[in-house]
């Protein structure tokens, strides 16, 4: 009888995140209420408080259902020292994550939610310094496989590991600021994969 009670409030609590996501889409993060969250949920403000403290626990338990999976794959790919070409797993981590975003609507609503729908102040101004945060680990962990390359003299003589992480990291932030704008797949979706490849492929000697 626990484990059910666990399992329904565990399904619940899914549904709630689902509810907050199509309405911050529809609205806008500032814009939606707990309210109108739960009525999407249908169910009532008081479950929502049962499992979210306030819309910002809430926005942030959203966040990491499509970030933690993400953050999981370039840990992979710090983890696997085996590999021949480093730069292979750069590539993959990042052609990856693109694969995901034309797989998984979740994922795509989750990001055109950050990027677009979402003003950073207030209570939400504490999720942005640990978006910042993410990004810096990010950063520090495509360092530690650009170093590798650079060790299997893999790199341009010119290239820095830790200049190269900053560089693909804020270029893969413009890329998917614009994967995410470009609804009709006029100017980035469709070519993406191939300007993942090309960005790592100027980084090899």
Known sequence: M????????????LRIIDAAREVFLVRGVSRTTIEQIATQANVTRGAV???FNNKTE???A??????????DLIDDAVLNESTGDPLNSIEQYFCGIIQT???SITTQQTYEIMMTKCEYVEELA???QQILSTCQNIVQKLETIYARAAAKDLLNSNHHPAQLALDTHLFFVGLLNMWIKDTECKYIRDNAIDIIRHHVQMKRK
């Open 126 to 128: 504490e999720v942005l």
């Open 101 to 103: 975003l034309e797989q």
């Open 2 to 13: 626990v484990r059910k009670t666990k399992e329904d409030a565990e399904v619940t609590r």
């Open 62 to 71: 959203m966040r990491e259902q499509v970030f933690l999976p993400l953050i």
């Open 49 to 51: 408080y049962w499992h």
């Open 58 to 60: 809430l926005f942030q």
